[in-house]
């Protein structure tokens, strides 16, 4: 079982397309990370956020930590083919982190 | 950000042989390492918390006797699968703590392993 419930599991969208990746979980965590991982490759952090309700930007991507530090969003504007990739949200506690199932995202140019 | 390999990237051996996977972090001490491990279409899965030093703390299920774990240095783990079979094929990963910067886990590229 899965402590963190990743939707959806897959998504395909064209380019130019918003797209949003939610990650929910009913255990609080000390921070929460987001990765994306390419095939055959090692996981790459994207961000790490901290605090309830923290909003981080980084580009056309947008994070979201939910109040109760329990849920995480990733918001992805005018989707690109280089976006695409298994994004990963992992929950933190005592420096372990505990993995979602992961959504494919496929941006088709 | 930080740097961390794996060597080899890739394995095949038979079944019932030992493989060594080494996870190295290069710019960076790390007294806490993890290893984990993906099957395809999966996430990750933690194994175990390497600790330079002491002995390697294993989750609920992961056989110690089987995947034996040496943290010899600080800049250096390896992940050792004893007596291999086919259904241990998988893709093994390890991070590596940098404490010295937020408490982040940077990750290797990965080990694919695959048991004949």
């Known amino acids: 079982t899965q402590l963190l419930e990743q939707s959806p599991q897959f998504l395909s969208i064209q380019e130019g397309e918003n797209l949003t990746v939610y990650c929910n979980s009913s255990s609080v965590f000390s921070s929460l990370q987001w990765y994306r991982q390419e095939p055959g490759e090692g996981p790459v952090l994207l961000v790490t956020?901290?605090?309830?309700?923290e909003v981080k930007k980084l580009k056309r991507l947008t994070f979201q930590f939910g109040d109760a530090r329990k849920d995480s969003s990733l918001h992805i504007t005018a989707a690109q083919p280089g976006d695409t990739g298994l994004y990963l949200c992992a929950g933190a506690n005592d420096y372990k982190l505990s993995f979602g199932a992961g959504t494919t995202v496929t941006v088709r140019a | 950000g930080a740097v961390v390999s794996q060597h080899p990237s890739w394995v095949i051996c038979k079944s019932g042989t030992s493989v060594k996977i080494e996870c190295r972090s290069l710019?960076?001490?790390?007294?806490?390492m993890f290893w984990y491990r993906q099957f395809p279409k999966q996430s990750l899965m933690l194994m175990a918390t390497s600790n330079e030093g002491s002995k390697a703390t294993y989750e609920q299920g992961v056989e110690k006797d089987k995947f034996l774990i040496n943290h010899a240095s600080l800049t250096l783990s390896t992940l050792t699968v004893t007596s291999a079979h086919p259904e241990d094929s998988s893709f093994y990963i390890c991070?590596?703590?940098?404490?010295?910067?937020?408490?982040?886990?940077?990750f290797g590229p990965g080990t694919r392993l695959t048991v004949l």
């Open positions: 956020v901290v605090t309830g309700g």
């Open positions: 710019d960076f001490q790390a007294t806490t």
């Open positions: 991070s590596a703590l940098d404490f010295s910067s937020t408490d982040t886990q940077y």
